[in-house]
């Protein structure tokens, strides 16, 4: 796989600082039942790194020192951490917002069947990944038979209450472009979704969050192998409005890996920068950790680099979906 770091290093991207502390987000490993072209984490069957227990504690000792009102796991497939259910029932306990960035074709899986009643139980949001209303793209994307499985498992959410009016469960969507280039305007495109979902499929959600692919990991080695790197960041940086800035989600939130480690967002933690990419937070050296917020301030300076104009070109890009 490419590496693209080093064309992503030297950056004129303007200097940002976390200005609040809401959302402590959880990569609860690597794995995945899915191998996507598009994928930021690199996930699939064959990774192994995976978030243990005692991590995971330590975290919610973070989230209630800090007053942290949302924990927001992601992945790979956060439900095949054996630990999952674990971790969302003790977050709830405390009082957390849980959020789960869901592939919904995990509950078509054998062992997985529990994933969609326990979200329910808990009052979970899902955030469920569906790049496209269209069977071609999607499978283009994600595999065959990813798009007809994942609309069934969008269909057990319903029959659920997900997504319904007035059942408070609530059920986004997330779109990914399928190629070198922006997303189109999320209000136009959710009410195609709803429309084309709703009168093929029966299928109701609450919001669709558009998100523009990051040019690292698996998608950057894509971008490079087709020749399209360098014209992709050139759109990106060629769409970026100063007025994103202020809405990007690093500035709220820290990012989590599966060792504990800190970084300022889920892209930087795929690319290795720690949190603020400067002095490391704690006696104790090394890359800043969860340990050290225990103790210690968070820091205010975030690390950026080249890849950050993909939350702030066009209408932004957020773990939220678009910012304007």
């Known amino acids: 796989m490419h590496d693209t770091w080093p064309l992503l290093r030297d950056s004129d991207f303007p200097p940002i600082e976390r200005d609040r502390f809401d959302?402590?987000?959880l990569n609860l490993g690597y794995l995945c039942n899915l191998s996507c072209i598009h994928c930021h984490v690199n996930a699939g069957p064959r990774r192994t790194e995976l978030m243990d227990r005692d991590t995971m504690a330590l975290a919610l000792q973070v989230a209630q020192r800090h007053r942290v009102g949302t924990l927001d796991v992601t992945g790979g497939s956060p439900e095949m951490n054996p630990?999952?259910?674990?971790?969302?029932?003790?977050?709830?306990?405390?009082?957390?917002?849980?959020?789960?960035?869901?592939?919904p074709t995990i509950m078509q899986e054998p062992g997985y069947e529990w994933v969609g009643e326990f979200l329910a139980e808990h009052r979970v949001e899902a955030i469920a990944s569906l790049p496209c209303y269209s069977q071609a793209n999607v499978d283009e994307q994600r595999g065959q038979g990813v798009f007809e499985s994942s609309i069934r498992a969008l269909q057990a959410l319903n029959a659920l209450g997900y997504g319904r009016e007035g059942s408070g469960l609530v059920l986004n969507l997330v779109y990914n472009p399928n190629g070198a280039f922006l997303p189109p305007d999320q209000q136009h495109l959710q009410a195609d979704y709803?429309?084309?979902?709703?009168?093929?499929?029966?299928?109701v959600f609450n919001q669709l969050f558009a998100l523009a692919n990051m040019p690292i990991q698996r998608y950057g080695s894509w971008l490079l192998s087709k020749g399209h790197f360098a014209t992709y960041m050139a759109t990106l940086k060629g769409a970026h409005r100063d007025d994103n800035v202020d809405g990007v989600m690093c500035r709220s939130l820290v990012s989590v890996d599966y060792q504990g480690y800190l970084y300022d967002c889920d892209f930087n933690q795929m690319l290795h920068l720690p949190l603020g990419a400067a002095a490391p937070v704690g006696a104790g050296g090394g890359r800043p950790h969860l340990?050290?917020?225990l103790d210690g301030p968070l820091p205010r300076?975030?690390?950026?680099?080249?890849?950050?104009?993909?939350?702030?070109?066009?209408q932004g890009s957020s773990c939220g979906g678009a910012l304007h």
């Open 23 to 25: 959302t402590l987000q």
């Open 83 to 103: 630990h999952f259910r674990w971790l969302v029932t003790q977050a709830r306990a405390a009082g957390l917002h849980m959020m789960d960035r869901l592939n």
């Open 194 to 203: 709803k429309r084309l979902l709703g009168d093929n499929f029966g299928i």
């Open 291 to 293: 340990r050290d917020l």
């Open 301 to 314: 300076r975030i690390a950026t680099a080249e890849h950050c104009y993909g939350c702030t070109a066009g």
